[in-house]
Each structure stands twice: as C-alpha cells, then as structure tokens.
C-alpha cells in the first residue's frame, strides 16, 4: 500500500441531492482513496465534480499531545521538539511510530530508511545500539471538513483557474473575535509631560456613560513613552464610571509589552498640556481609539486576534501579534497552540491564500478591504444573509441547500453547526457600531454579539487550489 496521505469521502450531510455522485468517474481511473495531493491535481483541471458533491466530507488529522520513549542496551537517550516533527511528517496519524536501529541507520516502516533524526526533531544523546527503538507516541484529533463552494473565491496565486473551499462542519472552538484595546497609540514618542484628548460622543458609541460625554480628559506622565508605545485604561470605565476622575491609565512601551513603564495615571477634567484629539472619531482612528473597542474589542477582522490565530502556524502562547495599533497581548486563549498548529503538512501544502473582502464599519473608513488568508470564516454573503456582493458570492452549500427561496437573514438549519455554544462568528462587522461582529444564531439566523464574547464559536473555512 502506499505511504500517500489517504482520506475517505464520506456524506452525512443528509442531502439527497448529493447522494449519488460518490463514485468516481472511469474515465478517470478508479481510486477509492485520494492524497490531498491528488484531490489537488483534480481541483485544479476542474473535475472535483465527478468525484465530490457539494456538502460531501475529508477527514483531517491533528495533533493534540506527543510523546516519546527509548527502549535500548546501551545508553541512548532521546527528547523531541514538537513544531519540528509536525512540520517534516508528512501525514499525522494516531498511534505509535517505531524507528529502529539496525546497528547502522535509523528506520521506520512508514517514513523510511536512513533516516536522519533530527530532521524530524528527535534529538538523542548517547550510543545506540543494533535493535534499539525509539517510539514516538502521537495523538490527534478527526476535523471533519464539508465541501462547501467550488470556484466561488478569488485566489492570491493569478495563475490558478478553479478552488474548491472546505469549511470545518462543526464548531472548532470558542473564541473572541478580538480582545479589549488600548486608548491611545503613540504614533510619535509621547515626551513626560501634560496631555489632553476629548472624550467625544456620536450616536454610533454605545459604552460612553453619559457622564463623560465630551468631557476633557487631562493627564501627566512623569515617564517619556516612546513612539509605539501605548496607554491602557486600567481603572475605570468608560461604560460605568460617572467621572474622569474615576479613570486612570498605565503606560506601555510597545503594544507588545506586559511591563508597565508608568501606573495609576490619573485623570482629571481639563485641557492643559498637549492636545491628542478626540476618542471615537474615524479621522483620528490610528492615535486615539473608539471607547467601546477598549471596553468592547474591535469587530475589524483585518487587525483581529481571531484572524492572527487562524493564519499563524505557532504553538502555545507564540501565535499571537499586533494586528493594529491598539492591540494588546490580552483575552481568552492567548496562551493556547495557533489554530493551524499540527494539522498534517500534506493537507495544509495543498492550500492557497484566498481573498477575503470586507466590509468595514464606520470608524474605519466604510470601505471594503481586503486580506489574503488560508484559513478564514465566511461573511455574511458566503453564508447566504445577503446576496453575493462585495464580501463574495454566495457558498453553494448555503445556498442550494437552504431552507429560504432567497438570501436573508432568518432561521436556516443548513447553517446550524454543533460544538461549543453553537454560534458561531462571521468576519462581517455590524457596520453601525466598532465593536459589535456578525455571527450565525443557534438556530442558524443572523445574530451579532460583542467583539470579546468568549462564546463565539469558530468554524474556519480554507481553500484547496
């Protein structure tokens, strides 16, 4: 048999449409089983159609724990470095990988002979001996994939014609979509000193007590902040306190640091000093911030955490960067492995940054932007709430399998997913606000909910080109 990566087609979706399209096609060869390789090559002459239907399912590894031990004679012994191994073993799987010493080389029957060890990431130390064994143990876990649009995505690589996306089937996790931000950035190095910024209220802040609407806030330093820097409210809030003197800040030196250069910084009604602007404007949205983003997180899928963790091969507490200039190394699973951190090589080689169009909200700028990503979670128009338009066409799956005879916001169980708290994020914000995001209700209709919710379930989609 061949070492090829292999993965079964399965159709539980319940689509009757689709039930009959399992056998492949003789004209091109009969093969129960493909290689993400090969389903590659039949993607790309554009005949997944004789061998998938929509909704139809790949099954896909990931490793969750790794182990390994040393039965030897002598006095060998041996550690492992867990990124190395799930970046040079081609095809994960549950079990035991045996590499034996025949007294001149290493072997393994999957993986072949005269190996070398390191390559994997199987350090060793001592003398071997002829018949010593090394054992990795892996475990993983099953991530169940449904075939969900074909040709429906626009590809960062121009040269290739047809896609086929795949979009997990159930709820991979709870996440936020983004954590609580900072106030203010220091786009230029912030001298010791007296500074001022006006917290100003348009109808499009939600969390600005009533309070301190338009109020002056005046604060001094006693310790120079150096450009990329940042200020944090760390007490008060901008959502229930009903004084500025109820607020005080801390200072950073990047949006990376965890050590505060300044504490306690009080704040008093005033505008002595510099002035910085004021909060919750778009014109002035790189140096001061939206209020409810600091209460709230931000609803920008651009500079979201959750975007950084889906696109960022890293282990626990490594994947995370600053997407914008108010970002911080806070929130809800921070210090967990990145999302695409030991998924098999051979499935994530077969897939291509796709365009992702989005929508922005009002405080930055209205316009669609658009990242490259090789995983991702739909919009609201891939998911079929509104007609194909700016954040792309609408996925077949949604849409030919749907309850409703168009577009539209309403119940559909074809969008219902289970894990978790079974809502699950889109990457559409609500245009009205800076915090809130868009998601797909329990019950498979539209919904939104606050940017930092820890329950938002996640359901990343990746193309295969």
Known sequence: MSNATQFLFTDATGKDIAAGIHAIASALGAEAKLSFKRLQQIIRAGEIDNYMAIG????????????ISVHTTGSLTATITEATWNQHVE???HGVYEFTYDGYEWNNNELGEGLDLAFYGINVSGT?????VIAVTVATTTLVFQYVAKDKVTLRNPTLTHSAVFQLKNIYANRQFAAAEAIIYASAAMPAGTYHFNLYKPGNIYYLNAALHNKDVQFTTTVDIPAGGQLVLTTGSFKDSTSVSALKLTSYSSRTSTTALESNIACSEGTSGTDLGNANTAANNTKINSTDRCVYGSNNWKQSNLRCWLNTNAGASSWWSPQGPFSRPTGSGITDPSCMYGIEKDFLDVLQEVATPT????FDGGTTVTTYDKFFIPSNSQVYFTASGAEGDNWDYYKDFSD???PGTGADSNRIKTGGSNWWWTRTPSSGSSHVECLVSTGGSWNNNN?????????PACCIA
């Open 128 to 132: 071997a001996a002829e018949g010593d």
């Open 451 to 459: 940017a930092n919710n820890t329950s938002g379930g996640v359901a």
């Open 56 to 67: 139809d399912e790949i099954e896909v590894e990931k490793e969750t724990g790794l182990s």
């Open 91 to 93: 095809h994960l799987h």
């Open 404 to 406: 409703l005879s168009s």
């Open 359 to 362: 929508t922005q909200n009002w």
